[in-house]
């Protein structure tokens, strides 16, 4: 299931970075949000734990990897989020949003990846 994350994190991305460029900023705020979500997902299954809402999911990582996540990665999540459902249900997105929530999303997988020790191919 880790791995599986890791990869969704990797492949939504990927996803985002290409609409950007595609000046599809809702979908970009939406996928490179994804991304970070199966990143933090991937940290909260190592610690044999499922979330029951993105907001849920969020206070547990604040919890549970407060000493090995720096603040600032954790408070990009939680804007994350917050750019995901502005974009998702207020129809509110920019080109500002998408690139900083896609900042946000290239950090995670190799911190995910740090935190879990997992050695994966490069190529995904």
């Not at 990665?73 to 949003?97: H, N, P, Q, V, W």
């Amino acid at each position: 299931m880790i791995r599986k994350e890791i990869d969704a994190a990797k492949a939504d991305l990927r996803d985002a970075q290409d609409s950007l460029q595609e000046n599809k900023f809702k979908w970009a705020t939406i996928q490179s949000y994804f991304s970070m979500f199966h990143s933090v997902r991937a940290l909260l299954f190592n610690k044999g734990y499922r979330e029951k809402s993105h907001y849920a999911l969020f206070l547990a990582i604040k919890s549970l990897y407060a000493k090995q996540l720096e603040s600032s990665l954790i408070r990009r999540f939680e804007e994350g989020m917050e750019l995901r459902e502005e974009a998702d249900y207020g129809l509110k997105f920019s080109e500002t949003g998408a690139s900083e929530t896609i900042d946000g999303a290239e950090k995670r997988p190799s911190k995910a990846k740090e935190i879990l020790q997992i050695k994966m191919n490069e190529s995904c």
